[in-house]
Each structure stands twice: as structure tokens, then as C-alpha cells.
């Protein structure tokens, strides 16, 4: 037998395909409203282009362009002139509408002087822009819901984290349907999934239990039993999670935001977030306590995804099993936002349930926890024997 | 995917069940828009625009269907191995 006369016609090839031209139509977060209200413009490299972002004298937040239409400045190196943003190259001025309103030098602004201004969403100290290559505004039922804890004194502040990540999207929203991948990369222990897909909106139900193998709870604390999630994505980018904590005794509630924006064909700003409601066991300062280690847990989870993600191949043509979420189908229902809307198929946005048969991975699992438990336990005893000389 | 009938509101939709835990239902806009349940415009969850995760008339019509044979259940193999307690 030679490699030459070896048949490949049973081998699996990898299609990898190409990232897409297009940016997903929906509403995108730009992250917390605050951080642009510094009085400064912001720069947002977005969609493939350049934003400038910046707070008018009421207050409310305006995104444009970041591209002067007049000798192609850098409106967001420009600073804040009254309401308008003032290009740092001639001092031209440009409203939060997209006219320009000023031009100190000239006698009068030429005709039809109008640049791109982007349609926002200031909500729950979260700060959006609606993305359409078409440019029409946001259907009426296209919305995002309202996250009732942001604005109430019973919950936390938003911690909030943002990184870059350097590749396609898409890889992010292949984890809505991966179960698996919650007990490899996250050390979490999934007893429970489903998903949902309907119209624009994207849901994963998860229940979890507590991993003994990776996780030991600290002495003297309440022990954690599980997680029980409900997340959804309205739209191609924003996810909200009610995020159950459970624990001897009580529950933490909290809302977990994963949400991000792409940069280009092969980057995107990944930005995640999280309230924690206040209880008798976590008062104010705890609550926030809390919701930070929470953060920088779940901060943790995404180091891993994106340590998979730097390294693993692009892939159209994934070959799963039957626990494996239904990846093609999520697909078909994230492929509404790359397309016209004319182009939008009953396919695409038909309800489609999926219940994962949890049996089979939770007693593999139970085993592999087993294992890792009576290992490290094998291993503290050696530690203890060998230590016992140096006692005396 | 196999056709079935909710008793409760006459929707047809798609079934397919690898397992007797497994399940996967595909609708279409006219079953949907018969289903009682899941509300009459998506998103009547727990979050305005969220879907309501079930329609339990429709899931146990799913059950007795696979224990009738009406629907086939792929694997009705018992899974051997410990069981989570």
C-alpha cells in the first residue's frame, strides 16, 4: 500500500469558505452611553469604515461618518463645536443629522452637503446604532427589549468588559447551539439545552450543575449547585441572559449582556456585561462585589473561546453529531441579517425548536468528573505523604 | 422530518426524534399562527420579543405520538451507563 493509491474519496474535507462581504443588518451596541459622554469625540471603527461618536449639549448621543466629506478628515480627531462635531482639517461643522452646518471660512455651505448619520438607541445605559447596507430605518417589531434591573436601585450597576477579536463573527454566534463546548472550554457541566429560533430572535436555554472536578467551592461559602440560563439573541449581535446562580440555600440573579460589533470581514469588538440583583445575602456592596466576579469569570470563559477561535479554521461544512445543537439550522436563521430584506426566506425565520438528548454527554461527564475528583484527591494524599518527613 | 397534527389547534408541523429525550420541531407560518400557546406574534415570552420556549399541548402530542409510533424515535435504545442521580 502506497500514500499514491490510497483512496480519498471517504475523507472529510473542511470547506472553508469566505467571510462575508457584508455587515449583519440589526442593531449593534457600542457599549456603555456613559463612556461617550466624556465630552470628547469618539472614535468607532466599525462596519468597515469609521464612526464618529459624540455628545451634542443636551446630552444625547450622535454617530456619523468618521470621514469629513469635504478633504476626507477625521471627524472623531475634531473636536465638539455646540451641537456639532468640527473636523480638525478645515473646521468644518457637521449636526448630529448629518448637514453640514458650518463653514467658518465660506461664504455659504454648498448644496447637498450631507453625510452618513447612523440611527441610535440610547437604552439602559447601553448605546446602539442601527446597521442596514440597504439604509432603511429599523422595522417597528425589530427592537431591543428593555432590561428592567439596569435602571433600578435593586440591582447592580453594569460591569463591562470589551476586547478585540480577530476573526469572523460568525464564530460567536456558532456557541448559541454548542453544548458541548460549555463542558470543554468552560468547564461548565450543561444538563439541559434547548434552542429556539424565531423571526430575528435566537434563544438558548441551558441548565447547569455545578462542576466539583474544576470549580471547588471555597470553604466556608454556600456551595453552588448550578446555573439556570435563558438567553437570547434580538437580532445578529445582542444577547440577554437571565442568569441564575443557584446556591445552597438561595439564588443569585443576575443579567448577563454578551453582545459585539464587527470591525471588518475578520475582526469585532466583543463586549459582554453584567447586572446582579440585590438580596438580604447581598446587599449593595456585595451585590457589586459579586457582579465583578462574576465578570471576571465569564471574562475567563471568553479568553478560552477566543484562544480556540484564533486557532481553529473557519468551517462551512461542520461534521456533528446527534449532540451536537443544530449548527445549520442557526445558520440558516443568522444568514436573514447578510441579505436584503426582499431575500429575507420563510426559512430563515420560521419558529424551529431543538431539544438536546442530554443523556448520553451528562453520564460521559459524570465519568470524566469522577475521574478528575479521585485524581486530585490521589494526588493531595501523595502530597501529604511526601510532605510527612518535613513535618517532624 | 415527519409531519404531525396538534390535537389542540390542528397545526401541522415537522418532527423528528433521534431519542425519546431528543426532539425538533419545525413550524411554518400557518401552523404558527394556529398555535394557542406561543402567542400570536412572535416574542410573548418572558421578555418583550422573546418566545415563549413551549407550547405544552403540542409537546405532549409529540410524546404520545413516538410512544403511539406514529412518530419514529431513531434510537429507542435504553442509554446504558450510570445515570445522573
Known amino acids: ?392 | 422530518m415527519q409531519p404531525l397534527r396538534c390535537s389542540e389547534c390542528q397545526a401541522q408541523v415537522l418532527v423528528r426524534k433521534n431519542s425519546w429525550e431528543h426532539t425538533e420541531v419545525q413550524w411554518n407560518a400557518q401552523a404558527r399562527s394556529r398555535c394557542h400557546e406561543l402567542g400570536n406574534a412572535a416574542g410573548s415570552g418572558r421578555r418583550p420579543g422573546a418566545p415563549v420556549l413551549t407550547c405544552s399541548a403540542l409537546e405532549a402530542g409529540v410524546a404520545r405520538a413516538a410512544t403511539e409510533g406514529l412518530i419514529d424515535v431513531l434510537d429507542d435504545a435504553p442509554i446504558p451507563g450510570p445515570i445522573l442521580q
Open chain 1, 1 to 392: 500500500m502506497s500514500l499514491e493509491t490510497t483512496g480519498t474519496s471517504d475523507i472529510r474535507e473542511i470547506v472553508t469558505g469566505t467571510a462575508p462581504t457584508r455587515f449583519a443588518r440589526g442593531w449593534h451596541c457600542l457599549g456603555l452611553a456613559e463612556s461617550f459622554r466624556d465630552g470628547k469625540p469618539h472614535s468607532v471603527e466599525a462596519f468597515g469604515t469609521k464612526l464618529v461618536v459624540w455628545a451634542d449639549t443636551a446630552g444625547e448621543l450622535q454617530v456619523l461618518d468618521g470621514y469629513c466629506r469635504h478633504m476626507g478628515g477625521d471627524l472623531s480627531q475634531g473636536t465638539i463645536k455646540g451641537d456639532d462635531i468640527a473636523c480638525p482639517f478645515h473646521d468644518w461643522r457637521w449636526g448630529g443629522k448629518g448637514k453640514c452646518t458650518n463653514i467658518p471660512y465660506a461664504r455659504r455651505v454648498p448644496p447637498l452637503a450631507k453625510t452618513r448619520a447612523w440611527r441610535t438607541l440610547d437604552q439602559d445605559g447601553l448605546f446602539f446604532v442601527w446597521h442596514d447596507p440597504e439604509g432603511n430605518p429599523p422595522p417597528a417589531d425589530v427592537t431591543i427589549p428593555r432590561i428592567e434591573g439596569a435602571t433600578s436601585d435593586e440591582w447592580t450597576d453594569w460591569v463591562w468588559y470589551t476586547t478585540e477579536v480577530d476573526t469572523n463573527c460568525r464564530e460567536i454566534i456558532d456557541n448559541i447551539v454548542d453544548m458541548a463546548h460549555f463542558f470543554y472550554v468552560h468547564y461548565s457541566f450543561p444538563t439541559f439545552f434547548k434552542n429556539i429560533f424565531e423571526g430575528h430572535v435566537a434563544t438558548q436555554v441551558m441548565h447547569g450543575k455545578a462542576r466539583d472536578d474544576m470549580r471547588p467551592n471555597t470553604e466556608g461559602q454556600p456551595k453552588m449547585l448550578g446555573s439556570r440560563s435563558e438567553a437570547s439573541y434580538f437580532g445578529p449581535s445582542f444577547m440577554i441572559d437571565d442568569l441564575k446562580y443557584e446556591y445552597e440555600g438561595y439564588d443569585i440573579e443576575s443579567v448577563l449582556l454578551n453582545c459585539h460589533y464587527p470591525v471588518s470581514a475578520d475582526k469585532f469588538v466583543l463586549m459582554y456585561g453584567m447586572i446582579v440583583k440585590k438580596s438580604p445575602q447581598l446587599p449593595d456592596d456585595v451585590a457589586l462585589e459579586t457582579a465583578r466576579k462574576f465578570g471576571d469569570f465569564i471574562a475567563r470563559g471568553f479568553e478560552q473561546d477566543i484562544e480556540i477561535w484564533k486557532n481553529k479554521t473557519r468551517i462551512e461544512n461542520p461534521l456533528l453529531c446527534e449532540e451536537d445543537g443544530p449548527v445549520y439550522q442557526l445558520r440558516r436563521w443568522y444568514e436573514q441579517f447578510y441579505v436584503d430584506v426582499a431575500d429575507v426566506t420563510p426559512e430563515m425565520t420560521d419558529r424551529f425548536e431543538f431539544e438536546m438528548d442530554t443523556t448520553r454527554p451528562v453520564a460521559a461527564w459524570m465519568k470524566e468528573v469522577e475521574a478528575n475528583v479521585a485524581a486530585r484527591a490521589a494526588r493531595a494524599a501523595k502530597a501529604d505523604t511526601d510532605a510527612a518527613p518535613a513535618v517532624q
